[in-house]
Each structure stands twice: as structure tokens, then as C-alpha cells.
Nanobody
């Protein structure tokens, strides 16, 4: 079955950087819309960024200019480079895969990786 496994989370001070990775098995990222989501305690899950099969991407307003989503289709790996991290970026981060049109929801989800940013 499809598996998405995130890694790269951790604890960092404000202003620092982290790079999250999401490795997929039994799925070919080149044919899927891929996204990163996050959920902080007591808050709803929110979409952080998504990347389409043509490589174009969109970002949630609060991360624009700080986060970059990318993928390596050959390695079947999705990335999220996070720079200038802020305490409000603290959350569990999830990767997800969905239909290639990138217009609807996501079908496959990873287990998440925790990001904690201290002030």
C-alpha cells in the first residue's frame, strides 16, 4: 500500500532553518499533487504549500518567502525547506498526495514530523 514517511523535524531556535523530507513508496510523485500541511495543538490542520505535477507551487500567506516546497521525482521524495522559522511555525507537519489536477483533497497522508521553534 501507499506509504508516505516524513523526516527532518526537530527543535530549533527562532530564525533557524529545517528541511523536511517525505519519502514515498508504492506511489510515483510525478503523477500526484503533493502538499505539506501542519497542525498545531488546539488548532485546525492547515495547508502550508502544494506543488503540482508541472512543478508550480502555492503557499499559505504566512510562509511565503520563508518556505520552499520542492520534489525529486527520481527519488520519489518531497521536501519543505523552512527558513527564518518563527515560534508560530511550531506544529506537526504532514505530507500528503492527491489527484494530479490539484483541485480537490488529498488521498494519502504521512504520520507527521514534529517541528518546534523556540523564541
Amino acid at each position: 500500500q501507499v506509504q508516505l514517511v516524513e523526516s527532518g523535524g526537530g527543535s530549533v531556535q527562532a530564525g533557524g532553518s529545517l528541511r523536511l523530507s517525505c519519502a514515498g513508496s508504492q506511489i510515483m510523485f510525478r503523477f500526484y499533487c503533493m502538499g505539506w500541511f501542519r497542525q498545531a495543538p488546539g488548532k485546525q490542520r492547515e495547508e502550508v504549500a502544494r506543488i503540482r505535477i508541472d512543478g508550480s507551487s502555492t503557499y499559505e500567506d504566512s510562509v511565503k518567502g520563508r518556505f520552499t516546497i520542492s520534489k525529486d521525482n527520481a527519488k520519489n521524495t518531497l521536501y519543505l525547506q523552512m527558513n527564518t522559522l518563527k515560534p508560530e511555525d511550531t506544529a506537526m507537519y504532514y505530507c500528503a498526495a492527491g489527484p494530479s489536477a490539484c483541485l480537490s483533497g488529498f488521498n494519502y497522508w504521512g504520520q507527521g514530523t514534529q517541528v518546534t521553534v523556540s523564541s
